[in-house]
């Protein structure tokens, strides 16, 4: 068994097509795979599918998902955004698509308030992530972190997402210059959004991409972390959160190996709904 429910292709800012990340999946073993371009956004933005391109994309995935039967399972998902007085109901816009299932994630950071301003924490340059924080929360990174956990939580408790993205992202281009992972009231933010995830359920994706595209020095959410939601039996998943064909099991062997070595019993697949798998079952080539 190899799964992986997190990637993007030529239909949002993927840089390879459909067809090219379902060949990659199978020539790297994946027994299990799921595309999950980034939803329709409302304001205009070059990184998400586009509303009227959603037929096209069911349509690919179908053709895709007979072609290949007998390779691989495919399944149909969204890494759908969360953000406040922008994109709230994403659960139902989820079931309305039909989809199979989809990813909770926040990239962009806002309080609840009448401006569409947002703090951008994704990306590759640390410089927009700065200007952000500086334009919506005035360089007060307690108060844009607290708000991009906050926003996290809302998003578990009244959308229910079947994955978490990228639990903790917001450190990527923090670096240790604004804030340490050990102070204690960062701390206490990843704690309470732990106890909402063991709460709601939430399957939390151990994303590599962070290391693999040399952005962050450990997965999402960092090893600390992982330990204690190994701890508390949170489910987990692994995810690459692919943007090429030749990232599709970019640091995966890394990630297993990782988990095993933390004392990781089990991960969780999903095959018309999500079950708990040995994680021995998961095996690469």
Not at 45 to 73: G, H, Q, S, T, V
Not at 142 to 167: A, W, Y
Not at 184 to 212: H, Q
Not at 262 to 283: M, P, R, S, T
Request: charged content about 30%; hydrophobic content about 35%; some cysteine.
């Amino acid at each position: 068994m190899l799964t992986n429910y997190h990637s993007h292709s030529t239909f949002c800012d993927g840089k390879s097509t459909m067809e090219e990340m379902v060949i990659s999946a199978v020539e790297c073993g994946f027994t299990h795979w799921g595309v999950s371009s980034h939803a329709p956004f409302p304001i205009s933005n070059d990184f998400a599918l586009k509303e009227e391109d959603i037929p096209a994309y069911k349509r690919e995935f179908l053709r895709l998902k007979d072609k290949y039967a007998d390779k691989i399972k495919l399944y149909i998902g969204l890494e759908m955004d969360f953000v406040p007085d922008i994109c709230e109901d994403i659960r139902h816009k989820a079931v309305d698509y039909g989809l199979d299932y989809f990813i909770g994630s926040v990239h962009q950071v806002k309080e609840h308030n009448n401006s569409l301003k947002t703090w951008f924490i994704d990306g590759g340059k640390s410089e927009k992530y700065d200007l952000g924080l500086k334009e919506v929360f005035d360089n007060d990174i307690k108060s844009g972190v607290t708000c991009f956990f906050n926003q996290q939580k809302e998003m578990i408790e009244h959308n229910r997402p079947d994955v978490l993205g990228h639990f903790d992202k917001v450190v990527m281009h923090n670096k240790d210059r604004y804030f340490l992972q050990s102070e204690k009231w960062y701390e206490d933010l990843v704690l309470s959004l732990i106890d909402t995830v063991a709460k709601c359920g939430t399957v939390v994706e151990i994303n590599t991409r962070g290391l693999y595209k040399q952005r962050h020095n450990d997965y999402y959410p960092s090893t600390f972390w992982i330990k204690y939601l190994i701890e508390h039996n949170i489910p987990l998943t692994v995810s690459t959160d692919c943007h090429k064909a030749d990232e599709a099991g970019a640091y995966y062997k890394e990630a297993l190996r990782h988990l095993k070595e933390l004392n990781c019993k089990e991960l969780y697949y999903f095959e018309q709904g999500w079950h708990a798998e040995d994680i021995n079952a998961f095996v690469t080539k």
